[in-house]
C-alpha cells in the first residue's frame, strides 16, 4: 500500500462518516491497513488529515473541472450560478457536510484542521482566479468577490436559510430569478 492508494479509501471514509470518526482506528479499518502503517505512511494523524482534506479538495476541483469544461462562463455571475447550481446538488451534500466540520474545527483551533481549511480556501480561490470570465479586469479581486458570495451562500443554506440567501443573490441582481 502507498498513501496515494490509502487516500481514496480514507476520503470515502470520511465523506460517509465525517471527521468524527477520524481517529486513527477506524480510519485504518476504513483503509485496510493498521494505525501504525497510517503513521509510517503519513507521519502524524494532523498530516494524515492535512493530506487527506487537500485529497477531498483535488476530488471537487476536478468535479469543478468538469462543470465548467464545455465552456468558459461569459461572466462573474455565470460562473456564480453555475457553482451554486453544482453545489446544489444532492451528490455534493457530502463534501459540504464536511466542509462545514472542517470549518467549525477551525474555529475551535482543533491541530491541522485551520491550515487545512486555509489550503483548501486557497486551491479554491486559485481555481476561481483561473476560471474567470476572459477579460476580467480583476480576476484576484472577482475571485475574492465570488468566493465570499458561494462560502456565505452555502453557510445560510447549510442553517435551513437557502432561501434568505437566494434572495438576497438575487436582490443583489446576481443570479436570475
Same mark, same amino acid.
Given at each position: 500500500?502507498?498513501?496515494?492508494?490509502?487516500?481514496?479509501?480514507?476520503?470515502?471514509?470520511?465523506?460517509?462518516? %465525517?471527521?468524527?470518526?477520524?481517529?486513527?482506528?477506524?480510519?485504518?479499518?476504513?483503509?485496510?491497513?493498521?494505525?501504525?502503517?497510517? #503513521?509510517?505512511?503519513? %507521519?502524524?494523524?494532523?498530516?494524515?488529515? #492535512?493530506?487527506?482534506?487537500?485529497?477531498?479538495?483535488?476530488?471537487?476541483?476536478?468535479?469543478?473541472?468538469?462543470?465548467?469544461?464545455?465552456?468558459? $462562463?461569459?461572466?462573474?455571475?455565470?460562473?456564480?450560478?453555475? #457553482?451554486?447550481?453544482?453545489?446544489?446538488?444532492?451528490?455534493?451534500?457530502?463534501?459540504?457536510?464536511?466542509?462545514?466540520?472542517?470549518?467549525?474545527?477551525?474555529?475551535?483551533?482543533? $491541530?491541522?484542521?485551520?491550515?487545512?481549511?486555509?489550503?483548501?480556501?486557497?486551491?479554491?480561490?486559485?481555481?476561481?482566479? %483561473?476560471?474567470?470570465?476572459?477579460?476580467?479586469?480583476?480576476?484576484?479581486?472577482?475571485?475574492?468577490?465570488?468566493?465570499?458570495?458561494?462560502?456565505?451562500?452555502?453557510?445560510?443554506?447549510?442553517?435551513?436559510?437557502?432561501?434568505?440567501?437566494?434572495?438576497?443573490?438575487?436582490?443583489?441582481?446576481?443570479?436570475?430569478?
Amino acid at each position: 500500500m502507498t498513501k496515494e492508494s490509502l487516500l481514496p479509501r480514507l476520503a470515502a471514509h470520511v465523506l460517509a462518516h %465525517g471527521l468524527g470518526q477520524a481517529s486513527l482506528r477506524p480510519l485504518a479499518r476504513a483503509a485496510g491497513t493498521s494505525d501504525r502503517m497510517l #503513521i509510517y505512511h503519513f %507521519g502524524t494523524k494532523e498530516a494524515l488529515i #492535512i493530506d487527506l482534506l487537500q485529497h477531498l479538495a483535488g476530488i471537487y476541483a476536478a468535479q469543478l473541472d468538469n462543470l465548467l469544461a464545455a465552456d468558459r $462562463p461569459a461572466s462573474r455571475q455565470a460562473l456564480l450560478a453555475r #457553482i451554486l447550481a453544482h453545489n446544489a446538488d444532492p451528490a455534493m451534500a457530502p463534501f459540504l457536510t464536511l466542509w462545514w466540520e472542517i470549518v467549525a474545527g477551525a474555529a475551535r483551533d482543533l $491541530p491541522g484542521f485551520r491550515a487545512a481549511a486555509r489550503a483548501m480556501v486557497d486551491r479554491l480561490h486559485a481555481w476561481l482566479v %483561473g476560471h474567470m470570465p476572459a477579460g476580467d479586469p480583476d480576476p484576484d479581486g472577482g475571485a475574492s468577490y465570488l468566493l465570499t458570495l458561494i462560502e456565505g451562500s452555502l453557510m445560510l443554506g447549510a442553517l435551513g436559510q437557502g432561501d434568505r440567501a437566494r434572495a438576497g443573490l438575487l436582490a443583489a441582481g446576481l443570479i436570475a430569478p
